[in-house]
């Protein structure tokens, strides 16, 4: 595929995204994303399962990247012995109990962007589009997974066109579960390999650099949403960015029990519209009762 193919930077129409409209009794909305489930790092699965059996958040948005690696629905149904199943059924266990308490919404990320309906059915989620905007707090919030803005990464644009196409999607699931398998690990240690080499960052030494979202893209998807603020993943380099004109994005944590120290991060949003970076397990704390009033001297 040659760079022509590649999305421009600065489209002239822009699809009308998928709308979310937050529920009356919502008061507090939590983001998290790049979990990258997997058994080699059971620290992050056990905050993981922790966060969603005793979480506190009205609605949960999981902003791409929930597993390392998703070749398709029917590994719901492999044999309990085989590898990773353990952690997928207890995913799903978790799930299904969360969601049944508050809406949890899944986006696709770039290593699981082959889960489908089955799973969504399974776990009780509501897959959402990327992009797509949330109605809350008396604004409007630009959410996506984050990829596929990082422009000036040319050679993952071209092949994520590639494997995000129905026809290529519908050739790869036709294959047999071992060899889909075989093929998802053997691009996964290839990617990883490519873009470890040299491409430590300050602020995540141990993580790989993914690039950086094209700045005149988020801001041309905010204007014509009508938001004000951008919150992503993809890029594990958490922060907040002043995007200039009164719009700015928010990036979210990836998790990893690996690293030292270990990251992992919650973004919570309340109804006043302020947002605060805690930990799973400050997630998951009662909130204090508000002081008692005091009697007037």
């Known amino acids: 595929m040659n760079e022509a193919t590649v999305p421009a930077a600065h489209p002239q129409a822009l699809p009308e995204p998928e709308l979310v409209c937050a529920a009356p009794v919502w008061e507090r909305v939590e983001f998290i994303s790049d979990l990258h489930l997997r058994p080699e790092d059971p620290a992050t699965v056990s905050a993981w399962l922790s966060y969603l059996e005793h979480g506190r958040f009205d609605a949960l948005f999981i902003l791409g990247d929930l597993f390392e690696l998703w070749f398709g629905d029917d590994m719901l149904q492999r044999p309990p012995e085989a590898s990773g199943s353990e952690l997928l059924q207890r995913s799903i266990q978790a799930l299904q109990a969360a969601s049944a308490r508050a809406p949890v919404y899944l986006m696709h990320g770039n290593r699981d962007f082959l889960l489908g309906s089955a799973f969504a059915q399974r776990s009780g989620v509501r897959l959402i589009a990327d992009p797509c905007v949330l109605e809350f707090a008396n604004q409007r919030w630009l959410l996506s997974h984050g990829d596929a803005w990082c422009l000036d990464d040319r050679s993952y644009q071209a092949f994520r066109q590639m494997v995000r196409a129905p026809a290529w999607q519908q050739g790869f699931l036709a294959r047999p579960l071992a060899e889909r398998e075989a093929l998802a690990r053997m691009a996964r240690h290839t990617s990883e390999s490519q873009r470890n080499t040299g491409s430590a960052t300050a602020s995540a030494p141990d993580a790989p650099d993914y690039g950086d979202l094209d700045a005149a893209t988020a801001c041309h998807w905010l204007r014509a949403t009508g938001c004000q603020t951008l919150i992503h993943g993809h890029t594990h380099r958490p ?25 992992r991060e919650v973004l919570r949003l309340d109804r006043q519209g302020q947002f605060t970076r805690i930990s799973p397990e400050q997630a998951v704390a009662p909130t204090p009762p508000a002081p008692a009033p005091q009697p007037a001297p």
């Open 239 to 263: 922060g907040q960015h002043d995007l200039g004109a009164g719009l700015q994005r928010l990036v979210l944590s990836d998790w990893c029990g690996l690293s030292q120290p270990p990251r």
